[in-house]
């Protein structure tokens, strides 16, 4: 059974991708947070019902509600411009200033 799910115009299908492994920030070209990653397309049951294998397809929460989600927890956060637009290794090297990666060992 498929489970639909989205907001506004958007649909995702609960069966296809996995909420608990994937989890980072989602940048824009000029190396911003614009969204946090929270679930990957599960690409071997995707391809069993469409026949394609489905490459780099993310799920990810807008950053109004991360915004709204910090706010709520009394989080400080900064904003800056998006006009500049970086080289992917410059992005990734700005990305790798803010971004750790977290282990669940149980």
């Given at each position: 059974m498929?489970?639909?799910?989205g907001?506004?115009?958007?649909?995702?299908f609960?069966?296809?991708y996995?909420?608990?492994?994937?989890?980072?920030?989602?940048?824009?070209q000029?190396?911003?947070v614009?969204?946090v990653?929270?679930?990957?397309?599960?690409?071997?049951k995707m391809?069993?019902?469409?026949?394609d294998?489905p490459?780099?397809?993310n799920?990810?929460?807008?950053?109004?509600?991360?915004?709204?989600?910090?706010?709520?927890?009394?989080?400080?956060y900064e904003t800056?411009?998006?006009?500049?637009?970086?080289?992917t290794?410059?992005?990734?090297?700005?990305?790798?200033k803010?971004t750790?990666?977290?282990?669940?060992?149980?």
């Amino acid at each position: 059974m498929l489970h639909g799910c989205g907001v506004g115009n958007t649909t995702c299908f609960s069966e296809f991708y996995d909420l608990h492994i994937y989890c980072g920030p989602l940048l824009d070209q000029a190396g911003n947070v614009v969204g946090v990653v929270t679930a990957k397309l599960n690409a071997v049951k995707m391809a069993k019902y469409t026949g394609d294998i489905p490459q780099n397809v993310n799920f990810a929460l807008k950053a109004s509600l991360v915004r709204d989600m910090l706010e709520v927890k009394d989080i400080d956060y900064e904003t800056a411009s998006s006009k500049k637009e970086l080289k992917t290794v410059d992005i990734f090297d700005k990305a790798k200033k803010f971004t750790v990666l977290v282990e669940c060992l149980q």
